[in-house]
């Protein structure tokens, strides 16, 4: 049984970690978050030690190593997404490897870094790529594999997952907290998207909002035209009549790539190969974090050329 510790326990994605360290059979000693909405933990871990400041939460694992020799192997990491570097730095410096949400950190330069800080600990910062366990994502990766060396695949990404006002009040609608929109809903697609076709060639960026955003991606075997949107008002007729809020599409060569379920026990199956020694590293997160601080770095150059059809 390793023992973990949680930062972030009042985020939506927080559950997603609880039920993966209670389904791999670990313990969760210590929670953190300055909010206290987190009953959620009563579901999991009703004996953990919560805390709502992080000084205290520090001084607490201190006093644990010291005074009870109950030492952290884990921190799972689901802050925002600014404070993702401070508190995998944290983790390591506490002596304990790290497991952190989508994006590892805003700026490829901080990968860098963190590969220094990762030497000097001996620890090892762990990136939460969940779709690369995905069947259906794996069976395609294999398909891409095996088709000509020379074949370029057409690929129309658009996801919708609709927000209320709260959203750009809240960090996730400030890009210097969340890196934009393009960051924070869609780091995990591109991550997707450059594992299975491999190395990108261009990235054009056509409309960058703060409530959508779209562009084009080349990679080596595919040509992408990716869209993506927290207003409700992109959604298609018969998704909002039928009372949802999100909308998921990766059409290749025309095509749909049916992946709307199964992600529920993705984060477990993360766990699980982390816990055998295996798990996505920073040299896996560093392509999607350079290709979201492109993205968030370039003119938007509108809608001309290869773009969405959304942007019609």
């Known amino acids: 049984m390793k023992n973990?510790?949680?930062i972030g326990a009042a985020g939506y994605i927080a559950p997603r970690h609880m039920k993966a360290i209670k389904a791999t059979g670990n313990h969760l000693i210590a929670a953190f978050d300055k909010g206290d909405s987190v009953g959620i933990i009563d579901s999991y871990f009703p004996d953990t030690d919560f805390f709502v400041e992080f000084e205290r939460f520090d001084r607490h694992i201190e006093k644990l190593k010291y005074e009870?020799?109950?030492y952290l192997d884990y921190v799972s990491i689901c802050s925002p997404n600014y404070l993702?570097?401070?508190?995998?730095?944290?983790?390591?410096?506490?002596?304990?490897?790290?497991?952190?949400?989508?994006?590892?950190?805003?700026?490829p330069w901080n990968v860098d870094?963190?590969?220094?800080?990762?030497?000097?600990?001996?620890?090892?910062?762990?990136?939460?790529?969940?779709?690369?366990?995905?069947?259906?994502?794996?069976?395609?990766?294999?398909?891409?594999k095996q088709a000509k060396k020379d074949t370029k695949f057409e690929v129309d990404l658009t996801y919708l997952t609709s927000r209320g006002h709260w959203y750009q009040t809240s960090w996730k609608g400030n890009a210097e907290k969340s890196g934009g929109i393009a960051t924070n809903i869609g780091v995990h697609f591109y991550d997707m998207l450059s594992?299975?076709?491999?190395?990108?060639?261009?990235?054009?960026?056509h409309v960058h909002e703060n409530d959508h955003a779209a562009?084009?991606?080349?990679?080596?075997?595919?040509?992408?035209?990716w869209f993506l949107s927290i207003n409700s008002k992109y959604l298609p007729k018969e998704i909002k009549d039928a009372g949802q809020t999100t909308f998921r599409s990766i059409k290749i060569n025309d095509e749909e790539l049916e992946f709307s379920g199964g992600f529920s026990d993705l984060h477990t199956m993360v766990y699980k190969d982390i816990l055998v020694g295996k798990g996505y590293g920073?040299?896996?997160?560093?392509?999607?974090?350079?290709?979201?601080?492109?993205?968030?770095?370039?003119?938007p150059i509108g809608v001309k050329g290869d773009y969405h059809p959304l942007l019609k």
Request: charged share 30%.
């Open 4 to 6: 973990f510790a949680l």
């Open 68 to 70: 009870t020799d109950t």
């Open 84 to 107: 993702h570097d401070a508190h995998i730095r944290f983790a390591l410096r506490s002596g304990a490897d790290a497991i952190c949400e989508k994006p590892l950190v805003l700026n």
């Open 113 to 144: 870094k963190l590969q220094h800080v990762e030497e000097k600990t001996g620890k090892k910062i762990f990136n939460v790529l969940q779709l690369r366990v995905h069947p259906s994502i794996i069976a395609l990766r294999e398909k891409v």
């Open 195 to 205: 594992w299975i076709f491999g190395d990108v060639q261009e990235n054009i960026v």
């Open 215 to 225: 562009g084009y991606l080349e990679f080596e075997h595919a040509r992408v035209k």
């Open 282 to 299: 920073l040299d896996d997160a560093r392509t999607a974090i350079k290709i979201v601080h492109d993205i968030r770095n370039s003119k």
